[in-house]
């Protein structure tokens, strides 16, 4: 499995950017799929996941209301779109792959769960 993501960039407080992933290599709708991202000197956190069918999401508290993760299976590709942006969210962004057709519930959260990763892609947002 390879993920390619894009779509970074900077973008002034309040602004918006969406990020792509691109997978490829296996059957796309078998795997769940998910956001992380890791900020200057902090640990990698996760962001957002959604399920192999899109059909349940789950966000971290500090994005939820403000990003969202669709996915389109027919263009193998995961999205985030990202609101309201604030300088804490500032990080470069990792998009990965999950092999579970589990529904996306807070366990989407660890890193383990996921076997693949792409390169990342980095965001940051002035104040």
């Known amino acids: 499995v390879q993920l390619q993501a894009s779509g970074g960039g900077l973008v002034q407080a309040g602004g918006s950017l969406r990020l792509s992933c691109a997978f490829s290599?296996?059957?796309?709708?078998?795997?769940?799929l998910g956001w992380f991202r890791q900020a200057p000197g902090k640990e990698r956190e996760f962001v957002a996941a959604i399920s192999w069918n899109g059909g349940t999401t789950y966000y971290a508290d500090s994005v939820k209301g403000r990003f969202t993760i669709p996915r389109d299976n027919a263009k193998n590709t995961v999205y985030l779109e990202m609101n309201s942006l604030k300088p804490e969210d500032t990080a470069v962004y990792y998009c990965?792959?999950?092999?579970?057709?589990?529904?996306?519930?807070?366990?989407?959260?660890?890193?383990?769960?996921?076997?693949?990763w792409g390169q990342g892609t980095l965001v940051t947002v002035s104040s």
């Open positions: 290599g296996r059957t796309f709708s078998r795997y769940a």
């Open positions: 990965a792959a999950a092999p579970t057709t589990d529904q996306a519930t807070r366990s989407f959260r660890k890193a383990f769960l996921y076997d693949y």
